[in-house]
């Protein structure tokens, strides 16, 4: 069965410090695994992805993720906290589903409190 | 430019009403799905279709049904809104064969 855990349901950080969100995921296939962004009272905001292609994953803002298949792991890394990035993160594997279809199974979500 | 709407962006209800949730894409994209948020769950898939008069049933989806007519629309019904029905609605669509999904903006739908 597939499934996404994200270990840390809060994570508080200081402003300048580095960001570690982490995300294990099981699979039975090779998955391609997405980071999300949620600032309050918005909507979803692709952050990054990884589909087999060179690892880590660089994305918007800063951020980054290593996908460690030995580990079952794609957590998501930023070296210096900002404010703004003060939200809910979403880890998520798409997985084959029926007839060339895939799926999302969303983690239960990691929010990042900035501290000044 | 292309892209994915939902309406109403806010809803409130009574216990016991009909609610229907607008999505809307213009991608042309086959699949089209509906998911609810609520604290400590994540995003839970409701229901999802992968093609005009293709609907399935998701992980949640008791007291919801959908239908789809045509590609670009695919809304989602409350048929007797209960409070346990309070959440934040979201629709999203994929290419067919893609492993990427888009997401719309969100609803909020409060059940009193």
């Known amino acids: 069965a597939q499934s996404v855990t994200q270990l840390d349901s809060h994570v508080s950080v200081s402003e300048g410090t580095p960001v570690l969100l982490r995300c294990n995921y099981s699979?039975?296939?090779?998955?391609?695994l997405f980071w999300y962004v949620q600032h309050p009272n918005k909507g979803l905001q692709l952050l990054l992805k990884y589909t087999s292609a060179a690892t880590p994953v660089k994305g918007i803002n800063g951020f980054e993720a290593e996908f460690k298949k030995s580990e079952t792991s794609f957590h998501l890394t930023k070296p210096s906290a900002h404010m703004s990035d003060a939200a809910e993160y979403f880890c998520v594997v798409s997985v084959p589903f029926t007839s060339g279809t895939y799926k999302y199974i969303f983690g239960t979500g990691t929010r990042l409190k900035v501290l000044a | 430019d292309a892209e994915i709407t939902q309406s109403p962006r806010h809803k409130i209800t009574e216990t016991g009403r009909q609610v229907t949730l607008a999505c809307h894409q213009t991608w042309n994209h086959n699949n089209m799905f509906w998911y609810r948020q609520d604290l400590g769950h994540g995003l839970r898939l409701i229901h999802y279709?992968?093609?005009?008069?293709?609907?399935n049933k998701g992980e949640v989806s008791d007291g919801y049904s959908v239908s789809r007519s045509n590609t670009e629309d695919l809304p989602l019904t409350l048929e007797s809104a209960a409070s346990s029905q309070t959440s934040v609605y979201f629709c999203?669509?994929?290419?067919?064969?893609?492993?990427?999904?888009?997401f719309g903006p969100g609803t909020r739908l409060t059940v009193l």
């Open positions: 999203a669509s994929s290419e067919l064969g893609s492993n990427e999904q888009f």
């Open positions: 699979s039975s296939y090779s998955p391609s």
């Open positions: 279709s992968y093609g005009v008069q293709d609907t």
